[in-house]
C-alpha cells in the first residue's frame, strides 16, 4: 500500500484550469517508479469514475469526456503525478482522487474541485 495524499483543488470559473497533484510522501523511488497511476472522480451519489491514467513508462489514457483538456504526468523525482485541467466545465466538478492502476484497498481523501458556471 502505497499511501498517496491528493492536493490542488479549489474554485475555478468554467474554462478556467487547475492543476492536481498527487504526492506519495513516504514511498521510496523504487516503489514509486514502477507503479501506473490513475486519477479518479466522484460527485455525491454517484460512482467513482476513472478519469484518466498513467503507466510507468508514462502512457497514458483517457475518458472521452475529458480528452483535449486535461493532461496526466508523473515526477518520478517528486514521487508525485499530476493532472492538468483546461477549460473547465461545471460537470467537471467533483472530488478528485489518486490512486495505483490497478487500484489499492485504501483511498485518500481527495481533493474538492469546484467549477462556477
Known amino acids: 500500500q502505497v499511501h498517496l495524499v491528493e492536493s490542488g483543488g479549489g474554485l475555478v470559473q468554467a474554462g478556467g484550469s487547475l492543476r492536481l497533484s498527487c504526492k506519495a510522501p513516504?514511498?521510496?523511488?523504487?516503489?514509486?517508479?514502477?507503479?501506473?497511476f490513475a486519477w479518479y472522480r466522484q460527485v455525491p451519489g454517484k460512482h467513482r469514475d476513472l478519469v484518466a491514467t498513467?503507466?510507468?513508462?508514462?502512457?497514458?489514457n483517457y475518458v472521452d469526456a475529458v480528452k483535449d483538456r486535461f493532461i496526466i504526468s508523473r515526477d518520478n523525482a517528486r514521487k508525485t503525478v499530476y493532472l492538468q485541467m483546461t477549460s473547465l466545465k461545471p460537470e467537471d466538478a467533483a472530488v478528485y482522487y489518486c490512486?495505483?492502476?490497478?487500484?489499492?484497498?485504501?483511498w485518500g481523501f481527495g481533493t474538492q474541485v469546484t467549477v462556477s458556471s
Open positions: 513516504t514511498a521510496i523511488t523504487s516503489t514509486f517508479n514502477p507503479l501506473a
Open positions: 498513467i503507466t510507468a513508462d508514462r502512457s497514458t
Open positions: 490512486n495505483t492502476n490497478p487500484t489499492q484497498p485504501n
